[in-house]
Structure formats: structure tokens, C-alpha cells
């Protein structure tokens, strides 16, 4: 079958799809491959296309009236992106690079506009997902605007848990290879003031850090620290 039929049935927007269906999806997308730390598309340029993870891991980045740049979104397979602008014409609202070797299904945005024009369950499910990402947003804006460094820092872990959190023998694991810059840019925060924060979890055994990603080791102690 079609490689980008395959990648398709993957993707939750177009899960409920027939292969006719999706074979159609298939002709207007183009499959592309990303070395790590590739800029896909910058903040403000016209929006020209939608995109697909097939695998890998997209950061989505702004910059703030300082300057300072701002963690937006951590993508990963089976993801859209981006999440706005299907019923406007408004430009990308951020960078979006990869931080991992990925592969992407892009489509051209007028093609994909069309296929919501004919598909009402395609444009119904994209709605879902923008609601869902108003949510996770609400709850970034939380994080941000909550408490002291050290709370930010423990919400902010609860919540990749939720997100991307997998279950490993007594602990869970966060597979996202994050800088603690990156880290500490999801809330606007100094990389001195979260290491900190990250190294005294540390000493209290709660989690460990290394380049492939974040193992928590007592989720309950952790949790119970937001109480």
C-alpha cells in the first residue's frame, strides 16, 4: 500500500477515513525528511502549508518584544502543525525547528482548505484538535503565571507527563531530548533558575535527567508537592 496511505491511517485527524478517502489525502501530500535542528518554517511568513510527524520531534518557538524566545509547542508523531489560521489567512505564529531527524507529511494549505470544504468530518475533527490545544495552552498560561520558580518547574513537569508520560517499569518517562534551556524557555524563566530547581529534585531522588529525556521517579511525592 500507498507509504503515505500508511502514514495517513496514523494520523488521529484522518483515523476514521477510508482508504479511497485517504488515498485522495494521499495524492495532494509530499513526504519530507528534516535533519535535526532544521528550520521548517519561521514566525510571521506566509502560511503556505500544513504538516504531518511521522516521526521525530518538532519545537515551536516565539519571540517575545524582548527578544527572548518562548518554548510554544512540543510536537511528536501524529501531530498537525500548525494549529491555527484553517479559517483565515494569518501567517505561521511561530519557528518551528526540529530537534530530532524527522519525517513530515506536508500538504499545500489551499489543497488542505479544500479537503475540509469537502470533508465536513475531516473539518469537524480539526476543530476538536484546535480545542484541545486551547486547553493545553490554558494550562501553559497557568504554569507561567502560578507561584514560585520551584512550583512552575513541578507543573510544568506534571503536565509533559500527562502529555507525553510512558509508563517504564515503576517510573514514567518523558521522551523529549529538551535542553534545560529549552526547559526553562516554556516559562519565561532563566536556565539558571530552573537547573536549580531540576538539580534539587534531583538530590531528592524525585526524577533524573539525561539527554534522551525525563524519568520521573515518584510521581505522588512529586505531585503532592503541588499541595
Do not use: W
Amino acid at each position: 500500500m500507498n507509504r503515505k496511505v500508511e502514514i495517513l491511517k496514523r494520523v488521529p485527524l484522518f483515523r476514521d477515513l477510508n482508504n479511497e478517502e485517504l488515498e485522495k489525502i494521499a495524492q495532494i501530500a509530499t513526504l519530507k525528511e528534516y535533519p535535526k535542528h532544521s528550520t521548517i518554517f519561521m514566525e510571521a511568513q506566509p502560511r503556505t502549508t500544513v504538516y504531518f510527524i511521522e516521526s521525530g520531534i518538532i519545537k515551536v518557538t516565539k519571540v517575545d518584544n524582548q527578544g527572548n524566545e518562548q518554548v510554544i509547542s512540543i510536537l511528536q508523531k501524529g501531530d498537525m502543525f500548525p494549529h491555527v489560521g484553517f479559517f483565515d489567512d494569518s501567517p505561521y505564529p511561530g519557528t518551528a525547528q526540529t530537534i530530532q531527524n524527522s519525517k513530515l507529511l506536508a500538504i499545500p494549505i489551499h489543497d488542505f482548505d479544500r479537503l475540509l470544504d469537502s470533508n465536513p468530518q475531516i473539518a469537524k475533527s480539526v476543530m476538536k484538535i484546535m480545542a484541545v490545544k486551547i486547553l493545553q495552552l490554558q494550562r501553559r498560561l497557568q504554569e507561567v503565571i502560578s507561584g514560585d520558580v520551584y512550583h512552575k518547574v513541578v507543573m510544568t513537569l506534571l503536565r509533559l507527563v500527562d502529555e507525553y508520560g510512558v509508563s517504564k517499569d515503576e517510573s514514567i518517562f518523558i521522551s523529549l531530548p529538551l535542553t534545560h534551556q529549552d526547559f526553562a524557555n516554556m516559562l519565561g524563566l532563566s536556565r539558571e533558575s530552573v537547573n536549580r530547581v531540576l538539580n534539587q529534585l534531583k538530590k531528592e531522588n524525585l526524577i533524573d535527567v539525561s539527554r534522551k529525556g525525563i524519568k520521573i521517579l515518584d510521581l505522588k511525592t512529586l505531585q503532592a508537592k503541588l499541595s
